[in-house]
C-alpha cells in the first residue's frame, strides 16, 4: 500500500526545489537582459542592476496573528532595480501552519484538516522603465490541506497596446496548455480574463493571459505529476516568451508623453492588486511578509 504521507513529503521537496529553480533561471536571465541594454537617451547611463536577495522567516511564530491563523515558515525576496527593470520582484517561499476557523471555511479540505495547510510557490511581478516594454505577472504554487492542487498562471499589462505582443503572449501559453490538455487554454484563458478585471472601473487589467486553481486530475485519469508538470511548464513558458517581448523594444526611444500614460496604468495596477488580488488578501491574512507580498506594487505611479 502507498504511504500517502511520504507520497506528499517528496512531492513538496520537489514543488520547492522547482519554485527555487526557476527563480534562479529567471533571475540570471533578467540579469543578462540589464548588461544588454544601449544607452540611448530615454534611458540615459544608470548601469545595470544585479537582484538583492533578502531571506525571511517565521519559524517562532506559535501565536496566532490577527487573523487567528498560525504561520510558520518563510521564504526569500529576490529585487532587482535596474534600467531595464524599473523593479523586479522574484519571491519563493515555503509556509505551513493553520487557518482561523473562518478562514478554513474558504479552503478546499482545509476543515477536514483541521486548519492545518502548507503552502509553497513563486511570484514573479515586472514594472519596465520603457512604457513600450509590457508589465508582466507570474505566479505559481501548489497548496496542501486534506488534500493537494495547484494553481497560477501569467498575464501581461502593456502600457502602450501592441498587437503583436498580445498575439505572441497568448500563443506561448496556448501552445503550453495545449501540451497538456487542449480544455486548458480555453478555460484558463476565460478564467483570466474574468480575475484580473477592475469591476469598479469596468475594465480588465490588462491583455490576459492564464489563470488556473484547484488543479488537481487525479479524479480525471490525471494525477500530480501530470498536474505538476503542467505547472513547470507555465513558468518555463514565461521565461521564454517574456525576455522576447523585452527585447522587441527595450532599445527604443520613448516620449515623456508614453511615460505619463505608463505611470497613469500603473493606477490601475495598483487598485487591483490591493482591492480584489486573491494572492495578496491571502497573504496578508495568513500574516505573510508584508514586504513581500506588497513587492507587486510599481514604484512611481500616478492618478489622473
Given at each position: 500500500?502507498?504511504?500517502?504521507?511520504?507520497?506528499?513529503?517528496?512531492?513538496?521537496?520537489?514543488?520547492?526545489?522547482?519554485?527555487?529553480?526557476?527563480?534562479?533561471?529567471?533571475?540570471?536571465?533578467?540579469?543578462?537582459?540589464?548588461?544588454?541594454?544601449?544607452?540611448?537617451?530615454?534611458?540615459?547611463?544608470?548601469?545595470?542592476?544585479?537582484?538583492?536577495?533578502?531571506?525571511?522567516?517565521?519559524?517562532?511564530?506559535?501565536?496566532?496573528?490577527?487573523?487567528?491563523?498560525?504561520?510558520?515558515?518563510?521564504?526569500?525576496?529576490?529585487?532587482?532595480?535596474g534600467r531595464v527593470f524599473e523593479k523586479v520582484g522574484v519571491n519563493i517561499s515555503e509556509v505551513y501552519g493553520s487557518f482561523s476557523p473562518e478562514f478554513a471555511d474558504k479552503i478546499p479540505g482545509a476543515k477536514e484538516s483541521n486548519g492545518e495547510f502548507w503552502?509553497?510557490?513563486?511570484?514573479?511581478?515586472?514594472?519596465?522603465?520603457?512604457?513600450?516594454?509590457?508589465?508582466?505577472?507570474?505566479?505559481?504554487?501548489?497548496?496542501?490541506?486534506?488534500?493537494?492542487?495547484?494553481?497560477?498562471?501569467?498575464?501581461?499589462?502593456?502600457?502602450?497596446?501592441?498587437?503583436?505582443?498580445?498575439?505572441?503572449?497568448?500563443?506561448?501559453?496556448?501552445?503550453?496548455?495545449?501540451?497538456?490538455?487542449?480544455?486548458?487554454?480555453?478555460?484558463?484563458?476565460?478564467?483570466?480574463?474574468?480575475?484580473?478585471?477592475?469591476?469598479?472601473?469596468?475594465?480588465?487589467?490588462?491583455?490576459?493571459?492564464?489563470?488556473?486553481?484547484?488543479?488537481?486530475?487525479?479524479?480525471?485519469?490525471?494525477?500530480?505529476?501530470?498536474?505538476?508538470?503542467?505547472?513547470?511548464?507555465?513558468?518555463?513558458?514565461?521565461?521564454?516568451?517574456?525576455?522576447?517581448?523585452?527585447?522587441?523594444?527595450?532599445?527604443?526611444?520613448?516620449?515623456?508623453?508614453?511615460?505619463?500614460?505608463?505611470?497613469?496604468?500603473?493606477?490601475?495596477?495598483?487598485?487591483?492588486?490591493?482591492?480584489?488580488?486573491?494572492?495578496?488578501?491571502?497573504?496578508?491574512?495568513?500574516?505573510?511578509?508584508?514586504?513581500?507580498?506588497?513587492?507587486?506594487?510599481?514604484?512611481?505611479?500616478?492618478?489622473?
Open positions: 500500500m502507498t504511504d500517502i504521507t511520504t507520497d506528499w513529503t517528496h512531492r513538496k521537496k520537489q514543488a520547492t526545489q522547482w519554485f527555487k529553480t526557476l527563480r534562479d533561471d529567471i533571475c540570471t536571465e533578467f540579469e543578462a537582459i540589464e548588461t544588454e541594454l544601449n544607452e540611448t537617451e530615454s534611458h540615459g547611463d544608470k548601469p545595470a542592476g544585479n537582484f538583492e536577495r533578502k531571506p525571511w522567516n517565521r519559524e517562532n511564530s506559535d501565536e496566532p496573528n490577527h487573523s487567528g491563523s498560525i504561520l510558520k515558515g518563510g521564504g526569500e525576496i529576490s529585487l532587482m532595480r503552502a509553497a510557490g513563486i511570484s514573479l511581478v515586472a514594472h519596465m522603465q520603457s512604457p513600450l516594454v509590457p508589465a508582466v505577472h507570474m505566479n505559481t504554487r501548489m497548496i496542501v490541506t486534506s488534500k493537494g492542487w495547484f494553481g497560477g498562471g501569467s498575464d501581461l499589462t502593456p502600457m502602450i497596446k501592441n498587437t503583436q505582443d498580445t498575439n505572441d503572449f497568448h500563443a506561448a501559453f496556448k501552445s503550453c496548455c495545449d501540451k497538456h490538455d487542449p480544455a486548458y487554454y480555453p478555460e484558463y484563458k476565460a478564467w483570466c480574463d474574468r480575475y484580473f478585471y477592475l469591476p469598479h472601473r469596468d475594465e480588465p487589467r490588462g491583455i490576459g493571459g492564464i489563470f488556473y486553481d484547484y488543479l488537481d486530475s487525479s479524479d480525471k485519469g490525471g494525477g500530480w505529476d501530470k498536474d505538476f508538470a503542467f505547472t513547470q511548464d507555465v513558468g518555463k513558458t514565461l521565461l521564454d516568451i517574456y525576455p522576447q517581448l523585452i527585447r522587441r523594444h527595450m532599445h527604443k526611444e520613448w516620449t515623456a508623453e508614453q511615460r505619463e500614460a505608463q505611470l497613469i496604468k500603473r493606477g490601475r495596477y495598483v487598485e487591483y492588486n490591493l482591492l480584489h488580488d486573491r494572492g495578496t488578501q491571502f497573504g496578508l491574512k495568513t500574516g505573510g511578509n508584508t514586504e513581500a507580498i506588497l513587492m507587486s506594487l510599481p514604484p512611481e505611479v500616478k492618478w489622473p
